[in-house]
């Protein structure tokens, strides 16, 4: 074949090849439209209201202070009659020790003054009221109510992990509302009327959870609008590598071109992690926890050898306190993932032992090695490496709320315990991990973190809109094409 007779096929061909991808652009794109813009618009939405929801002032919970002596938590258990303990904590509140206690089968902290062993009665609600008005900063509107939270509704919804939880609600315009925990103290989420609605517009156009009774049908049919949204992307991709030298075209329809190249890396980074996260998202699970039954009588360590924030637990089937090291874990600011994490040798908390107060040599690498074991279902080798995790940050991203956690890695597995609550605050598989980290860097462009959150969500902002104005031009075209001719 001659040179000539290839260009001869080449011209003929062409014409065919372009009306075959602009075809197929417009049926596949029209299918897929008003989902995309409506899925485009609620993500452009979602950093503009986040910024106008309520956000907490302080952080970190209150610091606690110990400056009175007091009784061990034997004598304290005596005198109040309490034979077994699941968990116990000494806090301090305005200087007073204070132990923070949980019976076998209950939910609810009681509180009993360690100087005279006297209950301090609703001292959970009341520990509740001061956290959450720490936390919003609120301490004048009057408080309308609170109360403990034991299942997920939809106000406090599965993401937010932590259970139970106290529901603080102010007497404010805004109907505030703060979820705290009270062991340990720390801030679950702050809702208002404004958040509530935006969070329930948010879920049913962007999450389609109007469809969650049809979990299959659902993540079909918003499976196929994606791979619609994609082919149709891709389609339009090649229509302009066809035609962008050609003169002559309508003002949109150049727009419509010139936008759609620039908004297609993202619409397909949209799209993929998309899909990727319906298939491949695992449903939050329920957080493995280790309950404990501890002999009260065996408690008899004396208080002035504990700090504020003692934890305790049973180590090697004999009860511990479970106590930070002098030096706190944000002077050695390690954490895991993306830059280091703290090695097994640099322990963050030491051990003592519950009858007599003397430190447990190694506490800290057995009570990981133990608990690790029992929440993984699997022996762990008497030293196992592990990792102190400080800050939200990579895989392990602040949907999983506790901190500070340990990371080992188990069989290609990683697992995030958090050793104050004897609890297993994630599991990481490797397909989870492909999914985190394609949604986390396509979806959430968390790989422009460089340029900090504002810079970051603007240019998110700017993309999500980019596809909505490009999707729009193309309907207009297509609705354009349909009147009747004037003439």
Same mark, same amino acid.
């Given at each position: 074949?001659?040179?000539?007779?290839?260009?001869?096929?080449?011209?003929?061909?062409?014409?065919?090849?372009?009306?075959?991808?602009?075809?197929?652009?417009?049926?596949?794109?029209?299918?897929?439209?008003?989902?995309?813009? *409506?899925?485009? *618009?609620?993500?452009?939405?979602?950093?503009?209201?986040?910024?106008?929801?309520?956000?907490?002032?302080?952080?970190?919970?209150?610091?606690?202070?110990?400056?009175?002596? +007091?009784?061990?938590?034997?004598?304290?258990?005596?005198?109040?009659?309490?034979?077994?303990?699941?968990?116990?904590?000494?806090?301090?509140?305005?200087?007073?020790?204070?132990?923070?206690?949980?019976?076998?089968?209950?939910?609810?902290?009681?509180?009993?003054?360690?100087?005279?062993? #006297?209950?301090?009665?609703?001292?959970?609600?009341?520990?509740?009221?001061?956290?959450?008005?720490?936390?919003? +900063?609120?301490?004048?509107?009057?408080?309308?109510?609170?109360?403990?939270?034991?299942?997920?509704?939809?106000?406090?919804?599965?993401?937010?992990?932590?259970?139970?939880?106290?529901?603080?609600?102010?007497?404010?315009?805004?109907?505030?509302?703060?979820?705290?925990?009270?062991?340990?103290?720390? *801030?679950?989420?702050?809702?208002?009327?404004?958040?509530?609605?935006?969070?329930?517009?948010?879920?049913?156009?962007?999450?389609?959870?109007?469809? #969650?009774?049809?979990?299959?049908?659902?993540?079909?049919?918003?499976?196929?609008?994606?791979?619609?949204?994609?082919?149709?992307?891709?389609?339009?991709?090649?229509?302009?590598?066809?035609?962008?030298?050609?003169?002559?075209?309508?003002?949109?329809?150049?727009?419509?071109?010139?936008?759609?190249?620039?908004?297609?890396?993202?619409?397909?980074?949209?799209?993929?992690?998309?899909?990727?996260?319906?298939?491949?998202?695992?449903?939050?699970?329920?957080?493995?926890?280790?309950?404990?039954?501890?002999? =009260?009588?065996?408690?008899?360590?004396?208080?002035?050898?504990?700090?504020?924030?003692?934890?305790?637990?049973?180590?090697?089937?004999?009860?511990?306190?479970?106590?930070?090291?002098?030096?706190?874990?944000?002077?050695?600011?390690?954490?895991?993932?993306?830059?280091?994490?703290?090695?097994?040798?640099?322990?963050?908390?030491?051990?003592?032992?519950?009858?007599?107060?003397? /430190?447990?040599?190694?506490?800290? =690498?057995?009570?990981?090695?133990?608990?690790?074991?029992?929440?993984?279902?699997?022996?762990?080798?008497?030293?196992? /490496?592990?990792?102190?995790?400080?800050?939200?940050?990579?895989?392990? +991203?602040?949907?999983?709320?506790?901190?500070?956690?340990?990371?080992?890695?188990?069989?290609?597995?990683?697992?995030?315990?958090?050793?104050?609550?004897? =609890?297993?605050?994630?599991?990481?598989?490797?397909?989870?991990?492909?999914?985190?980290?394609?949604?986390?860097?396509?979806?959430?462009?968390?790989?422009?973190?460089?340029?900090?959150?504002?810079?970051?969500?603007?240019?998110?902002?700017?993309?999500?809109?980019?596809?909505?104005?490009?999707?729009?031009? +193309?309907?207009?075209?297509?609705?354009?094409?349909?009147?009747?001719?004037?003439?």
């Amino acid at each position: 074949m001659t040179h000539a007779d290839s260009s001869l096929i080449q011209q003929l061909t062409q014409p065919n090849q372009l009306a075959f991808w602009y075809r197929w652009h417009r049926r596949i794109g029209l299918l897929a439209a008003i989902p995309a813009i *409506l899925w485009a *618009l609620s993500g452009l939405a979602h950093p503009i209201m986040t910024r106008l929801f309520p956000s907490a002032i302080a952080m970190k919970p209150p610091a606690e202070i110990i400056n009175q002596a +007091g009784q061990s938590l034997a004598e304290v258990m005596q005198a109040a009659g309490i034979q077994q303990l699941a968990a116990a904590r000494l806090y301090g509140r305005a200087g007073l020790p204070v132990y923070q206690i949980r019976e076998p089968g209950h939910t609810t902290w009681r509180y009993f003054n360690a100087a005279t062993s #006297e209950e301090i009665l609703s001292g959970d609600q009341e520990q509740a009221i001061a956290l959450a008005r720490h936390f919003t +900063g609120d301490t004048r509107s009057p408080i309308r109510n609170a109360t403990l939270i034991t299942q997920f509704d939809v106000d406090y919804l599965p993401v937010n992990r932590l259970l139970p939880v106290w529901r603080v609600s102010f007497e404010r315009d805004d109907n505030l509302r703060a979820y705290v925990e009270t062991s340990p103290a720390r *801030l679950s989420a702050l809702m208002d009327d404004r958040k509530a609605t935006f969070q329930n517009v948010f879920r049913l156009i962007h999450s389609w959870t109007w469809a #969650e009774e049809l979990p299959v049908a659902r993540r079909i049919t918003m499976s196929l609008i994606l791979f619609a949204a994609a082919l149709a992307t891709l389609f339009g991709v090649m229509v302009y590598m066809k035609q962008h030298r050609r003169l002559g075209y309508p003002a949109n329809r150049r727009w419509h071109r010139r936008l759609g190249l620039l908004a297609g890396l993202s619409m397909l980074a949209f799209t993929s992690s998309g899909i990727l996260h319906l298939w491949l998202k695992q449903p939050l699970p329920l957080m493995p926890h280790i309950e404990q039954t501890i002999q =009260t009588s065996l408690l008899t360590a004396k208080l002035s050898s504990l700090q504020a924030g003692a934890t305790l637990v049973i180590l090697d089937g004999r009860p511990a306190w479970q106590q930070k090291q002098p030096q706190s874990m944000a002077d050695h600011g390690h954490t895991h993932h993306g830059a280091t994490g703290k090695p097994a040798s640099l322990s963050v908390s030491h051990y003592l032992d519950a009858t007599d107060g003397s /430190p447990l040599e190694h506490g800290e =690498t057995r009570y990981i090695r133990q608990l690790a074991s029992a929440l993984i279902g699997q022996p762990l080798p008497s030293s196992p /490496p592990y990792q102190w995790v400080t800050r939200f940050e990579g895989e392990y +991203g602040f949907i999983n709320k506790r901190l500070p956690v340990v990371h080992v890695q188990f069989a290609g597995d990683s697992y995030y315990i958090e050793p104050t609550t004897s =609890t297993l605050a994630a599991t990481v598989h490797p397909a989870n991990r492909v999914e985190g980290y394609a949604f986390s860097w396509l979806h959430k462009v968390h790989w422009l973190d460089v340029l900090g959150k504002n810079g970051r969500d603007g240019l998110l902002g700017c993309f999500a809109l980019l596809n909505a104005v490009t999707i729009g031009f +193309g309907l207009w075209m297509w609705w354009q094409r349909r009147q009747p001719r004037q003439g």
